[in-house]
Nanobody, 125 residues
Framework: QVQLVESGGGLVQAGGSLRLSCAAS????????MGWFRQGPGKEREFVAR????????NYVDSVKGRFTISRDNAKNTVYLQMNSLKPEDTAVYYC??????????????????WGQGTQVTVSS
């Protein structure tokens, strides 16, 4: 069965860095786009970044551009989110998700069919 398992979250001071990992299993990882979403306290889940499976093309929400980098290692069936210059407003539970083939808007969480359990990121000021 499809499984996505995130790791790498934690508590960090503002300006610090973290790298999140999402280990995938149960499907042909190299043929699926992957995304990262986050849900802050009292907020709706929002798109953060995605990476296309065909060419590795990436997209980011404006608030993380220049600070976060999504990447993938198909040999390890893992997608990463490198987060630098972290801010208190980045505090959230971060989720990785598998994008459905042929689906549309990459920012729409309804176009992702499998999700990890989430990993907590807390940025102190």
């Amino acid at each position: 069965q499809v499984q996505l398992v995130e790791s790498g979250g934690g508590l960090v001071q503002a300006g610090g860095s973290l790298r999140l990992s999402c280990a995938a299993s149960g499907f042909t990882f190299s043929t699926y786009g992957m995304g990262w979403f986050r849900q802050g306290p009292g907020k709706e889940r929002e798109f953060v970044a995605r990476i296309r499976w065909t060419d590795g093309f990436t997209n980011y929400v404006d608030s993380v551009k220049g600070r976060f980098t999504i990447s993938r290692d198909n040999a390890k069936n893992t997608v990463y989110l490198q987060m630098n210059s972290l801010k208190p407003e980045d505090t959230a539970v971060y989720y990785c998700a598998r994008k459905m083939k042929g689906s549309g808007d990459y920012q729409d969480l309804n176009n992702y069919d499998y999700w990890g359990q989430g990993t907590q990121v807390t940025v102190s000021s």
